[in-house]
Each structure stands twice: as structure tokens, then as C-alpha cells.
């Protein structure tokens, strides 16, 4: 369902995207919300699919997810997505997911390039043929910021680049850069005694810096740094390329217990 920019969408889990806990898999969770904008996009006209063909492509620049609760198996769930063109550059695209009481379950803010295929570089969205479409679009938050870098390590895991993980750019889907961010905290909490804790804590809010495309075959490494502070679960993360050192993401990640 659509009411102008605003856009709409169900979902119901799947047992195929839950994991140990009977909850949505923090992956699923990107790629509920990557489909969801191009749905929209694809109503709107502005798909990945139909801006190739017009010598386009959207880039993920930055994301911020908070979320309040991760969805139960079976559950339908509602998504809500609208965009908005900040600074002519940029276009701004929130999100709100709900429950069938109207419950928050999360939300969240993205921000995309549209990226000119023939000179490889970003183009001014206010001066491409798309511009019309952002016109009378609800203003977003577009309150996104930079993400420190990292200036210790204190866990660190290696990644080869599976086919699996490519999108139809051939490159890394988004989706897979707060996987592995995610996957170098659990032995942080291990090696501290947080054995107990580790069952019910989940990531809470997620934010994403996307600075370079990883490709197949690419060996990355996630290095980890814990942030100070008593008992905190805050964790920085920066995803380089091995063979030259090259930055592909940052990543910053929040834990806590989530109500089911």
C-alpha cells in the first residue's frame, strides 16, 4: 500500500531467516529493508533495476537501525519508507517497522549516491531526470554522522568473499558488512565472563559507513575495538581489505537485552 511517497509493505518471517533465539537474523533484518526500498523505488520508478538501464546506480552511503524488539518466527510485521533529497546529493530514505498492534519493532535512517555508471562518480540527484520524483517527499532524519575510527584491537576475524555474498553489482551486499562486524564481539563477551549474558544480548542499534565495495574472492578483516566505559556493550568496528589495507566499512554496534 502507498499514500503518496509513503510506501508500505508486509512481511512474515520465515522459519528460514530465524536463528537460535526463534528471532529474525540481524542479516534478514538489512535485507528486509533493502527490499523494501526497492519495492518503492521500483513503484517509483527509480529501481536498481531501472536506473541501469538509464546509466545509474543507488550506492548505500550511510545507515543507522535502532531497533526495540527482532520479530518472532511466523510473525507479519509492517514496513513503512519514504525518501527525501537532503543537500541535492543525497537522498535520505527513513524507515519505521511496526507489528499488527502498531508496536514499534524498529527504525531506521539510510542515506544513498545515485552514482553516474559512465563517469564513476556521483551524480547531483536535482540534475538528473529523477529529481521530480523527490518533490513533496516527507522530510527524513538525516542526523547521520561519521563513525570513529578505531585505535586499538581488540578481537579481530578474517573473511573471504563468497559468491553468496555479491549483490547483482558483484559486489558485497550490504547486508553482509554488520554480519561481520557482529561476528568478532561474541569472543569479546566470552573472554570477559559474560557467558550468561551473551544468550540474551543482541544488537540494538547498528550504524554503517560504507566507504569501499569488497569483490569476490577479497580477503577482509574485521578489526574490533571495545568502547570504555563501565559494563558498556559498545563495540567499534572497521572491515579492511587485506592485500592493501583499504577501509570498506565502519561499523559501530550497540548490545543489549531485547523484549521477545
Known amino acids: 500500500m502507498s499514500s503518496g511517497s509513503i510506501d508500505q509493505q508486509s512481511r512474515k518471517v520465515r522459519y528460514s531467516e530465524v536463528g537460535s533465539q526463534g528471532t529474525l537474523k540481524l542479516v534478514h533484518l538489512f535485507n528486509y529493508l533493502q527490499d ?21 546506480a543507488w550506492v548505500l552511503y550511510r545507515v543507522r537501525v535502532t531497533v ?6 511466523d510473525e507479519t510485521i509492517y514496513i513503512r ?10 537522498e535520505m530514505r ?6 499488527s498492534e502498531n ?14 555508471l559512465k563517469r564513476g562518480r ?14 513533496g517527499c516527507k522530510p527524513v532524519d538525516n542526523n547521520l554522522h561519521e563513525i570513529d575510527d578505531i585505535d586499538r584491537i581488540d578481537s579481530e576475524l578474517v573473511f573471504s568473499v563468497r559468491a553468496h555474498d555479491l549483490d547483482s553489482n558483484r559486489h558485497v551486499n550490504n547486508s553482509i558488512y554488520p554480519e561481520w562486524a557482529v561476528e568478532t564481539v561474541p569472543p569479546w563477551f566470552l573472554s570477559h565472563g559474560l557467558e550468561k549474558e551473551l544468550e540474551s544480548l543482541r544488537p540494538v542499534a547498528m550504524e554503517v559507513n560504507f566507504l569501499t565495495a569488497a569483490r569476490y574472492g577479497d580477503e577482509v578483516v574485521c578489526q ?8 558498556s556493550h559498545c563495540f567499534l568496528h572497521r572491515i579492511i581489505r587485506s592485500h592493501d589495507g583499504k577501509v570498506l566499512a565502519r561499523v559501530r554496534s550497540s548490545w543489549d537485552k531485547t523484549p521477545k
Open 122 to 135: 556521483p551524480s547531483r540527484i536535482d540534475r538528473t531526470p529523477f529529481a521530480d520524483i523527490m518533490k
Open 103 to 116: 508496536g514499534k519493532i524498529l527504525s531506521a535512517a539510510t542515506c544513498w549516491l545515485m552514482l553516474d
Open 224 to 231: 574490533t575495538q571495545h568502547i570504555d566505559g563501565a559494563r
Open 94 to 99: 527513513n524507515f519505521e517497522v511496526t507489528d
Open 81 to 90: 519508507t519514504w525518501p527525501f533529497l537532503f543537500n541535492k546529493l543525497y
Open 36 to 56: 523494501a526500498a526497492d519495492e518503492h523505488a521500483t513503484k517509483l520508478g527509480v529501481s536498481a533495476i531501472q536506473l541501469r538501464e538509464r546509466g545509474y
Open 68 to 73: 526495540h524488539r527482532y520479530p518472532m518466527w
